[in-house]
């Protein structure tokens, strides 16, 4: 944890950062409560099922990504697994604590977007909302999973340099698609001419 | 009847091996240290100096063999013997943004080291290589020569019977490597054992007791100095380490001339 908070510089002027990440976040919660509300309870339309279904995937692609990437770094780059290996902990500890560390990081940005919709569906009383943490939960856990057996392999074939270099285009064009998922939502909502 | 482990030993290597992709790194290495020696393993780039070392840390599997440290067996009670030891690579691995007693207090709870006692040695350790002063300062800012002497230093909070150290001296100036050598010299006074590997075949010949000479996986040669000049008589009477290494292994060079 010290090292991740010295790592994004948070050893300047934490409370500023803090602020900024605070604020970001109710602005979330401040979107996830007008959402919700135009939402209602009303059913889902089946052209709506599918956007919300293909987007499902493309996150779950920009995790599986993410996964990537930081299994790459924790196994292969950051270089503590001689010290940890060759210390009087249990191995199976320091690999399911690094499992556990890449789940956290595929699925932080994520949670971070979506947990609003969760506490803001909660407080209107739509407890269905709930089922985001674990689906969340769920889809970080495989996203590593799948994540570390990728890199494994993919850093036997290529190296760990192009490795990243992979899962970062992979993320990048997920991000494109996702941008472009977007504009196809807003046409189904526009009226026909 | 199986043997009873040598309780003298504080290294005891009975038919190693290991191979990577079909290349054999160690073949059949046979190798017995006594407690409290300061060990040198020699051998050309390849050797198997590194594997070998690796194997007896815990870091790799071996194929075929049997690895006793300090009386355990290696392969049975794996994080009992690593309690007792201690494995420096050759390009130590400190996190950046630590400072230096936080990485140590890191290391010393990877060891399990009653946190008080952590602290005292910690301030020894780093107080003896003279890093007290840059106690403050981010790892990441530290020259080669600091950042070797403060692993070393976290290869000793826990205080090991067995150090096992590789190529400890690369990129020290005169200085640290003098502190770095006494440091050894002082631990194996203690009854620490230590087992380095090193390309400085001077410093080998001034501070081992004991050298191992490494060749395509096998001890080729074991011994004092004076015992390997014996084994390599072609090198003469008063042959520096070096000479009875090239000698040993077959490895000495001839220029050719230039008429």
Same mark, same amino acid.
């Given at each position: 944890?010290?090292?991740?908070?010295?790592?994004?510089?948070?050893?300047?002027?934490?409370?500023?950062?803090?602020?900024?990440?605070?604020?970001?976040?109710?602005?979330?919660?401040?979107?996830?409560?007008?959402?919700?509300?135009?939402?209602?309870?009303?059913?889902?339309?089946?052209?709506?099922?599918?956007?919300?279904?293909?987007?499902?995937?493309?996150?779950?692609?920009?995790?599986?990504?993410?996964?990537?990437?930081?299994?790459?770094?924790?196994?292969?780059?950051?270089?503590?697994?001689?010290?940890?290996?060759?210390?009087?902990?249990?191995?199976?500890?320091?690999?399911?604590?690094?499992?556990?560390?890449?789940?956290?990081?595929?699925?932080?940005?994520?949670?971070?977007?979506?947990?609003?919709?969760?506490?803001?569906?909660?407080?209107?009383?739509?407890?269905?909302?709930?089922?985001?943490?674990?689906?969340?939960?769920?889809?970080?856990?495989?996203?590593?999973?799948?994540?570390?057996?990728?890199?494994?392999?993919?850093?036997?074939?290529?190296?760990?340099?192009?490795?990243?270099?992979?899962?970062?285009?992979?993320?990048?064009?997920?991000?494109?698609?996702?941008?472009?998922?977007?504009?196809?939502?807003?046409?189904?909502?526009?009226?026909?001419? | 009847?199986?043997?009873?482990?040598?309780?003298?030993?504080?290294?005891?290597?009975?038919?190693?091996?290991?191979?990577?992709?079909?290349?054999?790194?160690?073949?059949?290495?046979?190798?017995?240290?006594?407690?409290?020696?300061?060990?040198?393993?020699?051998?050309?780039?390849?050797?198997?100096?590194?594997?070998?070392?690796?194997?007896?840390?815990?870091?790799?599997?071996?194929?075929?063999?049997?690895?006793?440290?300090?009386?355990?067996?290696?392969?049975?009670?794996?994080?009992?013997?690593?309690?007792?030891?201690?494995?420096?690579?050759?390009?130590?691995?400190?996190?950046?943004?630590?400072?230096?007693?936080?990485?140590?207090?890191?290391?010393?709870?990877?060891?399990?080291?009653?946190?008080?006692?952590?602290?005292?040695?910690?301030?020894?350790?780093?107080?003896?290589?003279?890093?007290?002063?840059?106690?403050?300062?981010?790892?990441?800012?530290?020259?080669?020569?600091?950042?070797?002497?403060?692993?070393?230093? @976290?290869?000793? $909070?826990?205080?090991?019977? !067995?150090?096992? *150290?590789? =190529?400890?001296?690369?990129?020290?100036? &005169?200085? +640290?490597?003098?502190?770095?050598?006494?440091?050894?010299?002082?631990?194996?006074?203690?009854?620490?054992?230590?087992?380095?590997?090193?390309?400085?075949?001077?410093?080998?010949?001034?501070?081992?007791?004991?050298?191992?000479?490494?060749?395509? @996986?096998?001890? $080729?040669?074991?011994?004092? !100095?004076?015992? *390997?000049? =014996?084994?390599?008589?072609?090198?003469? &009477?008063? +042959?520096?380490?070096?000479?009875?290494?090239?000698?040993?292994?077959?490895?000495?060079?001839?220029?050719?001339?230039?008429?």
């Amino acid at each position: 944890m010290r090292l991740f908070w010295r790592g994004i510089g948070g050893s300047r002027k934490p409370w500023l950062m803090l602020m900024g990440v605070a604020l970001m976040w109710a602005a979330l919660h401040g979107f996830a409560w007008t959402l919700l509300n135009a939402l209602g309870d009303r059913p889902v339309s089946e052209p709506w099922m599918v956007l919300l279904g293909l987007a499902t995937c493309l996150t779950f692609t920009m995790m599986l990504s993410s996964a990537v990437n930081q299994s790459v770094r924790m196994i292969f780059e950051r270089g503590d697994l001689d010290l940890l290996f060759g210390s009087p902990l249990p191995p199976l500890r320091v690999i399911t604590v690094r499992a556990l560390a890449v789940a956290v990081h595929s699925v932080a940005l994520v949670w971070f977007v979506l947990a609003p919709l969760a506490h803001v569906g909660v407080w209107l009383g739509q407890m269905r909302w709930l089922g985001l943490y674990v689906g969340l939960a769920a889809l970080g856990l495989l996203a590593a999973a799948l994540g570390i057996f990728i890199t494994i392999n993919l850093v036997k074939i290529v190296g760990s340099r192009r490795a990243r270099v992979t899962a970062q285009i992979v993320g990048a064009v997920t991000g494109a698609l996702m941008f472009l998922m977007s504009q196809i939502s807003a046409m189904l909502d526009s009226p026909p001419e | 009847m199986k043997p009873k482990p040598d309780d003298s030993l504080a290294l005891e290597i009975q038919g190693l091996r290991k191979s990577f992709a079909g290349r054999v790194a160690v073949d059949d290495l046979c190798l017995q240290i006594p407690k409290g020696q300061l060990h040198a393993l020699l051998g050309a780039n390849g050797a198997g100096k590194t594997t070998t070392i690796r194997i007896v840390a815990g870091l790799l599997k071996a194929d075929a063999g049997q690895v006793q440290v300090l009386g355990i067996n290696l392969a049975a009670h794996a994080l009992e013997a690593k309690r007792l030891m201690a494995f420096l690579p050759d390009e130590p691995l400190l996190y950046g943004k630590l400072k230096p007693l936080e990485y140590l207090e890191f290391v010393a709870g990877l060891w399990m080291v009653n946190a008080e006692l952590a602290a005292r040695r910690a301030e020894d350790l780093l107080r003896g290589l003279e890093l007290w002063t840059v106690n403050n300062q981010y790892i990441e800012g530290f020259s080669r020569g600091m950042r070797q002497k403060l692993a070393l230093a @976290g290869a000793l $909070i826990h205080d090991p019977q !067995l150090m096992i *150290l590789d =190529e400890p001296l690369t990129g020290l100036d &005169a200085r +640290a490597a003098r502190q770095v050598k006494d440091l050894l010299l002082e631990r194996v006074k203690q009854g620490c054992t230590v087992v380095l590997t090193t390309h400085i075949l001077e410093m080998a010949e001034r501070l081992a007791q004991q050298i191992s000479i490494i060749q395509k @996986g096998r001890i $080729i040669a074991q011994g004092s !100095l004076e015992q *390997l000049r =014996e084994q390599a008589r072609s090198a003469g &009477a008063g +042959a520096t380490l070096e000479e009875v290494f090239l000698e040993l292994t077959g490895l000495a060079t001839g220029w050719p001339r230039f008429d």
